[in-house]
């Protein structure tokens, strides 16, 4: 059973491009969170995804950030007209879902965006 | 305001010693807390799952205990090792459609040989 993957692992944009980062939960999970961990930062929340459904993306800034969990394919982030300051390490959780052990969420390597 | 605060930042001690990391949560109403272990540019491995129900859960060195009411969780390591060194972070969930984790900004552990 694969874990939590995403990709790229690591992506440099220029100021202004945009940026699309790629989440494959763990086989069987249906519930997907985007997080952000900027340097020397702690990990705070993004976005809550459901298949086709935003459960909660309180966390997600209003310009330029994006997020869909489609029926079928991976689970996507998009950055459009990156900035400096969206340099950071974001990862992508996944589990079965909200209540007791299925709750529990476990966590993709993360792709590493450097905006040049 | 829901927030998790990780005492020590830092922490760094010989192999071979028992420790403990320290993590509090203000609002008590948690519906269960996770400790993670980051290694240097890498993702987060899960260690324990605590249920707001359970007082402690064991793995392996590892012993982490849950006071709800006191908002509080500690994660005991046993006979500590150089391999243990990496960030320790600590996160609680509130459940339902709040289904995301709130992070503590971690202690980095560096076990000396």
């Known amino acids: 059973n694969a874990g939590v993957m995403q990709n790229p692992r690591h992506l440099v944009r220029r100021r202004g491009q945009e940026a699309r980062l790629r989440c494959s939960p763990m086989k069987g999970h249906s519930h997907v969170y985007w997080y952000r961990q900027l340097p020397e930062e702690g990990l705070k929340f993004m976005v809550y995804l459901q298949k086709e459904n935003i459960i909660d993306e309180s966390g997600m800034p209003k310009e330029r950030f994006s997020a869909e969990f489609p029926k079928e394919g991976p689970s996507i982030l998009r950055i459009q007209q990156v900035v400096r300051g969206d340099s950071a390490a974001y990862f992508c959780a996944s589990s079965h879902g909200t209540s007791g052990s299925s709750y529990e969420q476990y966590f993709g390597p993360g792709t590493r965006l450097t905006v040049t | 305001k829901q927030e998790v605060t990780q005492i020590p930042a830092a922490l760094s001690v010989p192999e071979g010693e028992n420790l403990v990391l320290n993590c509090s949560f203000t609002?008590?109403?948690?519906?269960?807390l996770q400790w993670f272990r980051q290694d240097p540019g890498k993702g987060l491995t899960s260690l324990l799952l605590?249920?707001?129900?359970?007082r402690e859960q064991t793995s392996g060195r590892l012993n982490a205990s849950l006071d709800k009411s006191s908002g509080r969780s500690t994660l005991y390591i046993a006979a500590s090792q150089p391999g243990d060194s990496a960030t320790y972070l600590c996160?609680?969930?509130?459940?339902?459609?709040?289904?995301?984790?709130?992070f503590g900004k971690g202690t980095k552990l560096s076990v000396k040989p």
């Open positions: 609002d008590s109403a948690i519906y269960n």
């Open positions: 996160a609680v969930g509130y459940g339902g459609s709040q289904g995301n984790l709130i």
């Open positions: 605590i249920q707001s129900s359970q």
